[in-house]
T-cell receptor, first 114, second 110 residues
Framework: ETGVTQTPRHLVMGMTNKKSLKCEQHLGHNAMYWYKQSAKKPLELMFVYNFKEQTENNSVPSRFSPECPNSSHLFLHLHTLQPEDSALYLC?????????????FGPGTRLTVT | RKEVEQDPGPFNVPEGATVAFNCTYSNSASQSFFWYRQDCRKEPKLLMSVYSSGNEDGRFTAQLNRASQYISLLIRDSKLSDSATYLCVVNPPNAGKSTFGDGTTLTVKP
């Protein structure tokens, strides 16, 4: 497989469930990102990891918990979510975080919280 | 003031038209710039980088104006398949986080 992959592609969960989103990049990159995109809204950066260290937490509620065990894998653990958390969750990677590198996105996980 | 601002549009143009989008940025120390394309319900995909000297890829031309702190994307001979949201991205110097604009929506009509 090439590029950035995300699983699952679709997820429906209740507010009391716990689930995890997985992202894997096959590009040899060292930075990985989580973004949230609600319907017809702009991208919102959630977390940035650079060389496995979290370098950015964009005031994300604690019901979202990221984990980066190595430079190729990124998880987003979800618990006690709210209906307004329903959105497309996008993972991205880049050579390193920031200048001069571009980001490559996975296809996203479309999350519905019921 | 937002760090990166784009005209949200929508831009509705006929096939064959030329259309241009601008994106302004506030951090004068910003070093690298990109245009992405996002189709409905899909992930953003890199369209092109923006170089100081300007660069062209087929029907697409990107330019950077550091003095006025904006980048532009020109699309010539628009195709129906160009309909999408176009996002500009600005990287600050060093390892700072990239900033995405909110996007400009383009619809090309027959």
């Amino acid at each position: 497989e090439t590029g950035v992959t995300q699983t699952p592609r679709h997820l429906v969960m209740g507010m009391t469930n716990k689930k995890s989103l997985k992202c894997e990049q096959h590009l040899g990159h060292n930075a990985m990102y989580w973004y949230k995109q609600s319907a017809k809204k702009p991208l919102e950066l959630m977390f940035v990891y650079n060389f496995k260290e979290q370098t950015e937490n964009n005031s994300v509620p604690s019901r979202f918990s990221p984990e980066c065990p190595n430079s190729s894998h990124l998880f987003l653990h979800l618990h006690t979510l709210q209906p307004e958390d329903s959105a497309l969750y996008l993972c991205a990677s880049s050579q390193i975080a920031g200048d001069p590198y571009e980001q490559y996105f996975g296809p996203g996980t479309r999350l519905t919280v019921t | 003031r937002k760090e990166v601002e784009q005209d949200p549009g929508p831009f509705n143009v006929p096939e064959g038209a030329t259309v241009a989008f601008n994106c302004t940025y506030s951090n004068s120390a910003s070093q690298s710039f990109f245009w992405y394309r996002q189709d409905c319900r899909k992930e953003p995909k890199l369209l092109m980088s923006v170089y100081s000297s300007g660069n062209e890829d087929g029907r697409f031309t990107a330019q950077l104006n550091r003095a006025s702190q904006y980048i532009s994307l020109l699309i010539r001979d628009s195709k129906l398949s160009d309909s999408a949201t176009y996002l500009c991205v600005v990287n600050p110097p060093n390892a700072g986080k990239s900033t995405f604009g909110d996007g400009t929506t383009l619809t090309v009509k027959p």
